[in-house]
C-alpha cells in the first residue's frame, strides 16, 4: 500500500473512532471488536517497511508510536504497536542522524516528543536516537496547515495545535 493509501487509511480508521457512542469502556469494547488496533497494527508495520527510504514514513511511523502511548485507545484505536518495526524505524533514524540529513520537521517532532521520554526508554540502548531526542531544543514552530494535509493522523495531530 502506498504512503498515500495508508494516510487514507487512518483517517477512515479515525473516523469510525471518532464517531463510536458511549463509555470509555463501551467505546474501547467496540474498538476491539472492530479489529481495530490491528489494523493500525498493519499501518504502522507497513510505515517501518518504507523507512529505508522514506523519511515520512519515519515520521509518520513515529508519530502513531508516540500516539499509541500518548493518549488513550478509545480515543486513537491504537493500543499495539509491533516494537520490531518501530525499531527499525529508530534504526532508520540513527542512519539519518549518520548521515548528517536530519531535516527541520523531523528534529521539532522529536523535541516535542521528549516531553513523554518515558514512551521511548525501551530505546536508550539506542544511544544516536536517544541522545537526538533528550538534546532535541527545537521549538514547535506555526504548522503550516496544508503542509499537513493528506498525512494522515499526524497531520491531523499538528494540525490541532494551531
Known sequence: MSIHKLAEKELRLNLIVTSLKGTIEEK?????????????????????????????????GLFLFWFSHSEPMFLTGICEIDEVANGKIIKNIEK??????????????????????????????????????????????????????NRGLMGKYWNSLN
Open 96 to 149: 539519518i542522524l549518520d548521515a548528517d540529513k536530519m531535516d527541520f520537521e523531523l528534529s521539532w517532532m522529536l523535541s516535542y516528543y521528549k516531553e513523554w521520554d518515558w514512551i521511548f526508554a525501551n530505546y536508550q540502548s539506542h544511544e544516536k536516537f536517544y541522545t537526538a531526542l533528550i538534546r532535541s531544543n527545537v521549538l514547535l514552530p506555526k504548522i503550516n496547515k496544508e503542509q499537513m494535509f
Open 28 to 60: 474501547e469494547a467496540q474498538i476491539l471488536k472492530l479489529e481495530l488496533p490491528a489494523e493500525f497494527k498493519k499501518i504502522h508495520f507497513e510505515y517501518a517497511e518504507y523507512s529505508n527510504e522514506n523519511i515520512e514514513a519515519i515520521k509518520r
